[in-house]
């Protein structure tokens, strides 16, 4: 089943990439992103239904606060962990992609707080659905208090906003919205 939703996502996103937006063209560019939204829903509740994954790494929260490092493979996760908690965490560090296979915690302290910082494996497209361990890191993602997602820079200098777009909407397709607010919500007599 998931094999049919995930086909039609890949016609709907090819459709869309090929629609040129102008004036005649937005209302059925709006009805495929409401059409991909739907079957990406639907993909989650069929990945999740199934037995195993997505409970996180089990991770017990200590400190005032925790902080979930989030990136591709290999941008420097586990280096910056090490560096932030002077040598007190030794998550491993190789020039290979996923050094590093389950959550790391490390404790940084800050004057009087102490806050809990999680190396998490890298993420590939797709962590929504589940693949590469995604459900587990984006359930170690959500319990966060503060998301730091780590990019890195091109061989230019640059800043790749391409990968941080990537990423935000991993986080968005699995429910984590990022700066945003509740919506305000009274009830009236």
């Known amino acids: 089943m998931s094999e049919k939703v995930e086909d ?3 016609e709907l996103e090819e459709r869309l990439a090929e629609t040129i937006p102008n ?11 409401a059409q991909l939204a739907k079957l990406r829903e639907n993909l989650i509740q069929i990945a999740s239904s199934k037995k195993g994954g997505g409970g996180g790494f089990g991770i017990k929260k200590s400190g005032d606060a925790q902080v979930a490092f989030i990136g591709f493979p290999s941008v420097g996760k586990s280096s910056l962990l090490n560096l932030l908690t002077e040598g007190d965490t030794h ?7 996923f050094t590093t296979i389950t959550a790391i915690p490390g404790m940084m302290n800050i004057e009087d707080a102490k806050i809990q910082l999680i190396d998490l494996p890298g993420i590939i497209l797709g962590a929504a659905t589940g693949k590469g361990k995604g459900k587990q890191v984006l359930g170690a993602v959500r319990t966060a208090e503060l998301i730091l997602i780590i990019i890195c820079f091109r061989e230019d200098g640059t800043i790749n906003f391409l990968d941080l777009k990537k990423i935000r909407n991993e986080l968005n397709n699995a429910g984590i919205r990022l700066n945003s607010r509740p919506s305000r919500i009274s009830i009236k007599e």
Do not use: L
């Open 8 to 10: 039609r996502i890949k």
């Open 91 to 97: 998550s491993k560090v190789a020039a290979y992609d």
């Open 23 to 33: 004036k005649s063209t937005q209302r059925s560019i709006n009805y495929i992103k």
